[in-house]
Structures are given as C-alpha cells and as structure tokens.
T-cell receptor, first 112, second 115 residues
Framework: SQKIEQNSEALNIQEGKTATLTCNYTNYSPAYLQWYRQDPGRGPVFLLLIRENEKEKRKERLKVTFDTTLKQSLFHITASQPADSATYLCALDDTNAGKSTFGDGTTLTVKP | DAGVIQSPRHEVTEMGQEVTLRCKPISGHNSLFWYRQTMMRGLELLIYFNNNVPIDDSGMPEDRFSAKMPNASFSTLKIQPSEPRDSAVYFC?????????????FGPGTRLTVL
C-alpha cells in the first residue's frame, strides 16, 4: 500500500542548530515533492518544490534534497530560530496524478 | 489579493443537521481542492476541481458529502446529514494548474464541530 512517513517524533532543537526533517515514501513515483509549513490554527503555507530530476534545492536558510532511489526527501533549516517552530508537511504527487498527498507532518520546536 | 477565503471560520452543529462550507479561491487560479484535517488521519484530500469540473472525488468519505463549483470564484462542500465523526478542520486550497507541480494556497480553514 502507499505510505508517506515523516519523523515519527516531534523534533526539539536549540536555536542556531540545523534542523533536519525526513519524508520517506513507499509505492509512489512522484514527479514532484513539496514542503509546507503549518502554524497552529492556520492553513499550510508552501515553502519549496523539488522535481524528481533535481537532487537539491535551496531557499535562504532552507534546503531540500530528493533521492528517488532511497525514496526519501530531507528538509533542512540552518541557523534555526524560535520563529521556525511549526509543523512541517511534505506532499507528493503520484506520476502526475494532478493531486498531492500529504504526510502527517513533523512538529519542530526551536528553543532559545 | 485577499487569498483564499473560507466561511464560516467555525461551525458548531448537531448531529443530523446539514452543513455547508464555502470557499472563494484566488482569482485566476483554475484548480480548487477541499481537504479535511484531523489528528488521527492528518490532511486528506476530499475532492479537487479543475476549471470548475470535478476531477477526482475519490477522497469523499461517503454519499453524505457533496461538493460543487458553479463558477470559477465559488465552491461549496456540503455534509448532509452531519455526524460527530465529521468533526474536523476543513481547508480549501487553490492553485494555478494541478497541485503536484504548483504551489497550493490554503485558506484559513473551517473548524467544524458536530455534537
């Protein structure tokens, strides 16, 4: 069956450190993978999109990798700040199905 | 642009009542998505429209749920009759093109409580 798994536990890190979140998938062949941020009481907000033929993508302090052999994406936040505390969701399409399936998310807390 | 607009923001109703959730997508976007989010099941896609036409409703849980998009600027999600297990946050999202390779813009959500 198809499955998307993100870090099973919440992630707590110290300010200034690099946060690394994982997104593993099974029985999908995504052409695209996206990362979203969700704050309590709000809808998800788009952060980055990476294509299957891209290994890495960066945006300011954010970096995403996409390994179609390992069926995994890693999401890094460097020089983390308390304002980065939120839930981060990965989403992937399935062979250009026109729709995205979301993982359950990882809650990140950055402590000052 | 005001972003995706949803109404109401909160809805409390009793079991058996009809519930209608409303969404106005971002002007110019041609895809619209309805999601449901719960602690147990996460963020689930219920249905999506492209150019006002329902493309995939495989996520609609049962016949009690229906969605319409009469024009490019308005969509409704109706639950009739509602049940306590329908309690969740319902999000509407829109994008230009399909969601896989395009950014989705989410509304603030409607928190539905069915007593």
């Amino acid at each position: 069956s198809q499955k998307i798994e993100q870090n099973s536990e919440a992630l707590n890190i110290q300010e200034g450190k690099t946060a690394t979140l994982t997104c593993n998938y099974t029985n999908y062949s995504p052409a695209y993978l996206q990362w979203y941020r969700q704050d309590p009481g709000r809808g998800p907000v788009f952060l980055l999109l990476i294509r299957e033929n891209e290994k890495e993508k960066r945006k300011e302090r954010l970096k995403v990798t996409f390994d179609t052999t390992l069926k995994q994406s890693l999401f890094h936040i460097t020089a983390s700040q308390p304002a980065d505390s939120a839930t981060y969701l990965c989403a992937l399409d399935d062979t250009n199905a026109g729709k995205s399936t979301f993982g359950d998310g990882t809650t990140l807390t950055v402590k000052p | 642009d005001a972003g995706v607009i949803q109404s109401p923001r909160h809805e409390v109703t009793e079991m058996g009542q009809e519930v209608t959730l409303r969404c106005k997508p971002i002007s110019g976007h041609n895809s619209l998505f309805w999601y449901r989010q719960t602690m147990m099941r996460g963020l689930e896609l219920l249905i999506y429209f492209n150019n006002n036409v329902p493309i995939d409703d495989s996520g609609m849980p049962e016949d009690r749920f229906s969605a319409k998009m009469p024009n490019a600027s308005f969509s409704t999600l109706k639950i009739q009759p509602s049940e306590p297990r329908d309690s969740a946050v319902y999000f509407c999202a829109s994008s230009f093109g399909t969601s896989g390779n395009n950014e989705q813009f989410f509304g603030p959500g409607t928190r539905l409580t069915v007593l």
